[in-house]
């Protein structure tokens, strides 16, 4: 057990001291600072970790917001459920977003065709992007990215209502980066996986293959952009 004196934040203007703190003790204070700091409870729950160096280092970084401080308020962590209400979506009223603001660009959608037709035979498709439209290809026609990305920050949709233009753009030059002198083959769910139920399961049943066949995974979240840096070493990172 770890035996410490320190001053931590018990509150607007209130700075209390704990001495000596154990473990348990000093690893709940440090949740509860950061939930005050505007932490989700739930993602501070999927850490299933008590070492105590690791929680002072967490408590020390600044939580990424997507929308305000007060985002994460209704977030909670109960016996029945651990939901972060930020990320859960309401499919009903999402809007995939643009690269910027501001851009009204159109959308593009593979051929729904090609898509349905691979799942209807058991094989999933990936993309290439031409410059003009998307080509559909059957997984094993060469190694492709697997694009992971949280539904939160904008790029959730469908083979049939497709992606942005800025998007598709932005996503086919990280792969070119991923796969210099191939054919820039990728795989996401929001042009892999229809909205029809019976191929959305059958997509869905793939995805354990899709992420372990892919020659390199790409992820996307906006929360990790705002802490690693390619210019930042390994570790700090």
């Not at 057990?1 to 018990?10: A, E, M, Y």
């Not at 949709?157 to 030059?173: A, H, K, M, N, Y």
């Amino acid at each position: 057990s770890i035996q410490h004196s320190t001053i931590l934040d018990c509150g607007p203007g209130v700075k209390c001291k704990h001495s000596p703190l154990n473990n348990d003790n000093a690893l709940g204070i440090y949740q509860t600072n950061m939930i005050r700091a505007g932490w989700c409870p739930s993602i501070l729950h999927c850490f299933l970790t008590d070492d105590h160096l690791l929680w002072m280092y967490m408590s020390s970084m600044e939580p990424f917001f997507r929308h305000s401080s007060k985002e994460h308020n209704n977030c909670k962590v109960t016996k029945y459920s651990n939901n972060c209400h930020v990320h859960n979506v309401d499919e009903s009223t999402y809007k995939t977003r643009h690269t910027k603001p501001d851009c009204e660009c159109p959308f593009i959608v593979p051929p729904f065709h090609d898509v349905s037709n691979l799942l209807s035979r058991g094989h999933y498709p990936v993309i290439s992007y031409d410059g003009a439209g998307l080509i559909v290809h059957k997984e094993d026609s060469g190694p492709y990215v697997a694009i992971s990305h949280v539904w939160a920050d904008g790029l959730g949709s469908d083979t049939e209502r497709g992606l942005p233009t800025c998007q598709i753009r932005r996503i086919d030059g990280y792969v070119r980066e991923l796969l210099p002198g191939l054919t820039p083959m990728f795989w996401i769910d929001a042009l892999c996986i229809p909205e029809e139920n019976d191929l959305r399961k059958k997509a869905i049943r793939m995805m354990a293959d899709t992420y372990r066949d892919a020659e390199k995974v790409l992820v996307f979240d906006n929360s990790i952009r705002t802490l690693c840096s390619r210019d930042h070493p390994v570790e700090e990172n």
